[in-house]
T-cell receptor, first 115, second 111 residues
Framework: ETGVTQSPTHLIKTRGQQVTLRCSSQSGHNTVSWYQQALGQGPQFIFQYYREEENGRGNFPPRFSGLQFPNYSSELNVNALELDDSALYLC??????????????FGPGTRLTVL | GESVGLHLPTLSVQEGDNSIINCAYSNSASDYFIWYKQESGKGPQFIIDIRSNMDKRQGQRVTVLLNKTVKHLSLQIAATQPGDSAVYFCAEKAAGNKLTFGGGTRVLVKP
């Protein structure tokens, strides 16, 4: 296990609703990245938070937003849910900073179903 | 459990044989390449990485080969075991710590 936890495990919402997903990073890590994984595909980068600031964003609309807290845990918020938002949402924690690469440790994901 | 990939290319391999999984990447500016293993119901698990200035790196039972000329990455698993059955993804890292993942390959190990 990576020490990265996510909640809830599964979630069912209807179109137009809002959802908040949570992630607790591995101890000592200050960076959290969020990914969306549609069924049968690789994860797609949504955004990354480093020390409570957004530090890069993928090709996702503004209704996908996030937060990182002083303890480096993070939330992903999605507003106005659409059917295509149904996916596995993964968070990954890492130790960011002035190095070019640090291994990302993934949580088990939250399976979101939008009806 | 969670089904990670319903329509992924599949590699069937006999237990004890070697497996080779291939991946084409797109960004010549990527400076790290990483292989992940994803089992049903779990998040991706790091296997091995390689920096862009290397062409080969070995781990325990795994070897990654990088051919920058043709933008190709491969993962070799020696003496494949039933526990190696999973979906394997390659990922590349360019600016920042953002990972771009490939489409994945399902590996099925036959006893």
């Amino acid at each position: 296990e990576t020490g990265v936890t996510q909640s809830p495990t599964h979630l069912i919402k209807t179109r137009g609703q809002q959802v908040t997903l949570r992630c607790s990073s591995q101890s000592g890590h200050n960076t959290v990245s969020w990914y969306q994984q549609a069924l049968g595909q690789g994860p797609q980068f949504i955004f990354q938070y480093y020390r409570e600031e957004e530090n890069g964003r993928g090709n996702f609309p503004p209704r996908f937003s996030g937060l990182q807290f002083p303890n480096y845990s993070s939330e992903l918020n999605v507003n106005a849910l659409e059917l295509d938002d149904s996916a596995l949402y993964l968070c990954a924690s890492s130790l960011g900073g002035q190095v070019s690469y640090n291994e990302q440790f993934f949580g088990p994901g939250t399976r979101l179903t939008v009806l | 459990g969670e089904s990670v990939g319903l329509h992924l290319p599949t590699l069937s391999v006999q237990e004890g044989d070697n497996s080779i999984i291939n991946c084409a990447y797109s960004n010549s500016a990527s400076d790290y390449f990483i292989w992940y293993k994803q089992e049903s119901g779990k998040g991706p698990q790091f296997i091995i990485d390689i920096r862009s200035n290397m062409d080969k790196r070995q781990g325990q039972r795994v070897t990654v080969l990088l051919n920058k000329t043709v933008k190709h990455l491969s993962l070799q698993i020696a003496a494949t075991q039933p526990g190696d059955s999973a979906v394997y993804f390659c990922a590349e890292k360019a600016a920042g710590n953002k990972l771009t993942f490939g489409g994945g390959t399902r590996v099925l190990v036959k006893p």
